[in-house]
């Protein structure tokens, strides 16, 4: 099938900057991580009785691809609002990408969807943003703690987890088929592919 857009995932560690980069190609961009599965799911991983939410089982990756194949394919659909703080989508909303070939889809968990994206024929390129380590340790608790996303507490042991847990995370996305690079790298690669893409 032959599709009006097509998406570029855009991985990273948490609080890499994923959202801030998205914004800054100009083009749109779709949140994956709104699609979370709610804190009641039964298919939720779970170790010592609570939710592993940095698993990539904690994430909905089936509805996540149909919503990019919708939007490539009719350039709009419904997508999830997700409340961190209430592990739950607490509502839905209009996304549209008409007049723009490409938009961006970003999150965590990008990086596993890559493969499918581009066995539909969907995908136009899939990146894992990389940083300094203490950067994204930084980014990522100022804007927890901004977003009271969980307790101060809960959020800093979580945050020196994933200090250490990132080396391993950024493996994997690039295992998944997301290349690694930097912020300045990525604009500029997907300023080429805007730059090659006659506009809908």
Do not use: N
Not at 10 to 19: T, Y
Not at 69 to 97: N, S
């Amino acid at each position: 099938m032959e599709y009006r857009h097509r998406v570029v995932l855009l991985a990273g560690p948490s609080g890499s900057g994923k959202s801030y980069i998205a914004q800054r190609t100009g083009l749109p961009v779709l949140c994956l991580d709104d699609f979370y599965k709610d804190g009641d799911d039964p298919t939720l991983p779970r170790h010592d009785g609570l939710v592993d939410w940095d698993s990539p089982e904690s994430w909905d990756a089936g509805t996540a691809v149909e919503t990019i194949a919708r939007l490539a394919h009719e350039g709009k659909a419904e997508v999830p609002v997700y409340a961190i703080g209430a592990d739950r989508r607490v509502a839905t909303r209009p996304f549209q990408v008409t007049g723009s070939p490409l938009f961006i889809a970003e999150g965590i968990f990008a990086a596993e969807i890559v493969e499918e994206c581009r066995r539909r024929g969907l995908l136009a390129g899939a990146y894992a943003l990389r940083r300094p380590r203490g950067t994204t340790f930084v980014r990522r608790l100022a804007r927890d703690l901004a977003e009271q996303r969980k307790a101060p507490k809960v959020l800093i042991r979580r945050g020196v987890a994933l200090l250490r847990a990132e080396p391993a995370v950024l493996r994997r996305q690039t295992g998944l088929g997301a290349e690694a690079a930097r912020a300045g790298e990525i604009l500029q690669r997907v300023a080429g592919m805007v730059a090659g893409h006659p506009r809908q």
